[in-house]
Each structure stands twice: as C-alpha cells, then as structure tokens.
C-alpha cells in the first residue's frame, strides 16, 4: 500500500481521543518521541505482551522468561560491542542544524518517487544506499544525497555536513555526584540481561540445548529521527527471545524461527499480504544473517520485529570481559563449546501500532433515510481493551440491577465495562471505537424471560441469549486459544 498520511494521522487522532495514547507530560507541551498509554492502550499493550508471553513460554517446553534488571554493568555494552558500534550514519544540514539520519532521508526520498510514480528511480536510490550502507561508504552517502539533491526539510537546501556515527545509548549516573558516580547506560536493548544470566537459568533450570530464555522489558535509544508516533520512540519496550543452539546449526534454526514468528503473526488474524520479510542488507555487528519482518502500515511497509542469528558473539565477548566460562556441556557430543543464539526481537509499542492500524476502520452506515456512521476497531477479541459492554437500557425499573449482577459474574474472568448514560446508539458507537467485541444491553424482556441483547461489534447483529449463558458464550471467544 502506498503511504496513506491521512489514514495515519485519523489513527494518531483516534488514538488520543479514545484514551489510547497520550504525547508524555503533555500539559508541558510534550516530550519527542515519547509517549504514554492511556486506560485502553495500557490493556490493549497487556493483551499483546500476554500473548506474546504465553505463545514464547507456556506454549513452548524448552522456552522460560526472566525480568533481568534495566540497569546493567558498564561493561556489559563494551563486551556486547554497544558502545563502541551502537551508532546510526548522521548528516547535519549547516543552514537549519537539523541532523537527520541517512538512511531515512534517503527512504524519505525513495518514497517520495515512489509516490510521484516512478518506482523504478525508488528502488534505484535504495539499492545504491544498501550497497554503500554495507561497505559503511560514508563519503559514498553523501555523494548520493547531494546527487540527488535532496534538501532538508526545515531549511530547504542542500548544504549537508559529512556524514558521521553517532550512539544512540542514554547514560546516567550511578550513585550520588559526590561519591564520584559510574557512568552506566540505559540499556538499548533487553537481549544482554538474558546473555548474562545464560549460564545461571542454564543451571537453576537444568536447561538442555536447543533452549530459549524470554524476556519482556523497556529499552531505550537516542533517536536522531524520532518521529511516525509510537513506532520510533526513544522509551519503548521489547518482547526477546535467544534461542541456544549447537554451533553450526544457525541456519535452520534461523529458518525455523522465521516461520514461526511469521505464523505468530497470522495468528493475529492478520492476513499474510500485509506482511514481508525484508533481509538486511548490511548486518549488525553481532549477527551473521538477519532479516525483519514488516508489516504495511499506512506509512508502507515498515518493520515490526527482527529475527537474527547471533552466532556465539555475545557470549564470547561477555565470557572474554568477564573471565567467567559461559559454555554448555553437550552430553551428546560430550564437549563443552559456547552456543550460538538466535534470536526473535519483536516491539511492544510497533505490535501495538500494527494492531490498531490493522484494525481501524470508518464505515458509512446511510440508508436512504439517514446519513450514518462509524468508527470501529476491529481488534482480535483476546486483544481488545474490553470484552463486554454491559449497558441497561433505562436507569430505572430494576434494569441497573441486572446490569450490575452480570458485570459481578463475567469481571472475575475477563476485562467489562458499565454504563448507563445516553442514548443505545451513542453508547455502541463509543464502544466501537474502542474495540469492544461484545455489548449486552438489558431491558424490560430480560426481567420477564432472563434473556438479554447480544450485539457483535463488526456485524452489529443482535440476538438475545440468555444472562446464565453470557460468561461462557464470551469467554471462550476472548480466550488467547480462540484464534488468537
Ligand atoms: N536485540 C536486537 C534488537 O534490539 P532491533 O532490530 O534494534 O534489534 C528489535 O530492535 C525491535 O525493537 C524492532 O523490530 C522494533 O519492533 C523495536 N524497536 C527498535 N527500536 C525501536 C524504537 N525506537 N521505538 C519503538 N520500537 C523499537
């Protein structure tokens, strides 16, 4: 899909009015890059991180999680090799002093072709940045945007610096300023604190390769460019998994992991079209193959996780700065060696993005005799906010009573919402437009026959079922078994 801007921001809009996402401290004007989750996209983010969670380690015998520590010891990103490569190719512009980096003003510009029709020049620039990327060809870089003459977008000109590196680690102190404080980092990625606790749930869980350690966690990154919402900010959170496997086996276990992250994906119900992998073209310094899996959002096809094989770098690296032993005994084999690692690195806050893009839509509802219609999320069940409206009709005639004995049978068991004010209307049409897959609405027949009104959110059909039915009947269609 070629990029929809407005489409974009109806979904940033959308996102803000219905107590999804929030720009952070927003009363002081905001802070780049960094956002907060409302009432509703703090459940939808736990729904995704819950499914995530049970899909990595409950469905999986080999697989456990850790919640290791945001704060590492310094020297954990001299062995990983974050402080000394951690970095992105950075231009200035001299007239605006806006600072971009390469590879998306290049993207940017690719994108713009393609937007203009000519593909073919699109995917000319790429290829030739790619191939420069690759060879870290940083006069190269240059060379090409001002062939191109590409101008800044604050100044309009062309008057770039030369290309350089710049890190993208946060650091803080460590201890009061008087105690002389070590400098530390925020990590920028969750993947160290399951390297270094490799050997000790290795150990402890009696761990037999191949075995996965998971981890769900913040990382945070300096972002030069930090714009597009919540899918490049500069505190997000990431879903890891290092798979630890014999030396020599990392291509088909870099190829398992490929497909069945891609099948955790359609199991989202998101249809395989909307998805591609996309190989790196120049890798990590960790990695010996690497590739992500995108997703097109309406700003295109845009990478939502990353699969990559780490060989042994990690554990080398951390075994030779830490002068600990980081090897497994094969009984198998009947050898010690350091395993390599594959890894799946997904983010939380894009997981979340690709979901509401995915689900959002705007639906004309006019009949001859009205103009009507709606906004509606059409999330998965088990990721929606809420998975029951309950909404008496009337505020009267013992109708709130039955209102409030089904919410207090159904909200031990999944996530309900009450209300009585408004219209029937209104009050569907908000909770479409913040994904809530069923609403029951109680009226005079349910006092008589125990029966009330189901309506399902994307075909807004309605049919009565009875009250003693509504747990069960919605629990098994939110269950993470359900689909999703
Ligand atoms: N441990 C490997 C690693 O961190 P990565 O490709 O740099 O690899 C993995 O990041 C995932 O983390 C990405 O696919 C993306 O979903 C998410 N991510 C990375 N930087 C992000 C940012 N600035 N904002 C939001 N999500 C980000």
Known sequence: MAADNNRFQAIISHCKEYGFIFPSSEIYDGLSAVYDYGQWGAELKKNVKDYWW?????????????????????????????????????????????????????????????????????????????????????????????????????????????VRQFNLMFSTQLGSVSEEAGEIYLRP??????????????????????????QIGKAFRNEIVARQFIFRMREFEQMEMQ???????????????????????????????????????????????????????PIGFKEVEGIHSRTDFDLRNHQEYSRKKLQYHDPELNKSYVPYVIETSIGVDRTVMMLLCEAYAEEDLSTEEKKDSRVVLKLPPAMAPVKLAVLPLLKKDGLPEIGKEIMNACKPYFKCFYEEKDAIGKRY????????????????????????????????????????????????????????
């Open 189 to 214: 990625e969750t993947a160290q604190g399951i390297f270094v606790n490799f050997l000790n749930v290795q150990k402890t869980g009696r761990m037999k390769i191949p075995f996965g350690i998971a």
């Open 54 to 162: 049970k899909s990595m380690t409950q469905m999986q015998e080999n697989i456990v999680g850790i919640d290791a520590a945001i704060f590492m010891h310094p020297t954990t990103w001299k062995a990983s090799g974050h402080v000394d490569n951690f970095s992105d190719p950075m231009i200035d512009n001299k007239d605006s002093k806006k600072r971009y980096r390469v590879d998306h003003l290049l993207e940017g510009y690719a994108d713009e072709l393609d937007a203009k029709g000519d593909k073919a020049g699109a995917e000319q620039v790429l290829k030739a940045m790619d191939a420069l990327l690759a060879a870290s060809d940083y006069a190269g870089l240059k060379k090409l945007i001002e062939d191109k003459n590409i101008p800044c977008s604050v100044s309009g000109t062309c008057n770039w610096t030369d």
């Open 429 to 484: 049409r908000r909770m479409d437009a913040i994904g809530t897959p069923f609403c029951v609405t109680i009226d005079h027949q349910s006092k008589e026959d125990g029966t009330v009104t189901i309506r399902y959110r994307d075909s807004m059909q309605q049919e009565r079922i009875s009250i003693a039915d509504i747990r069960k009947t919605i629990e098994k269609q939110v269950s993470f078994s359900a689909g999703v």
């Open 243 to 297: 798979f630890f496997i014999r030396p020599g086996t990392q291509k088909e276990w870099y190829e398992y992991w490929k497909a069945e992250r891609l099948k955790w994906h359609l199991s989202l119900g998101i249809p395989e079209a909307r998805y591609r992998f996309h190989d790196h073209a120049k890798l990590a310094h960790y990695a010996d193959a690497a590739c992500d899996i995108e997703y097109d959002f």
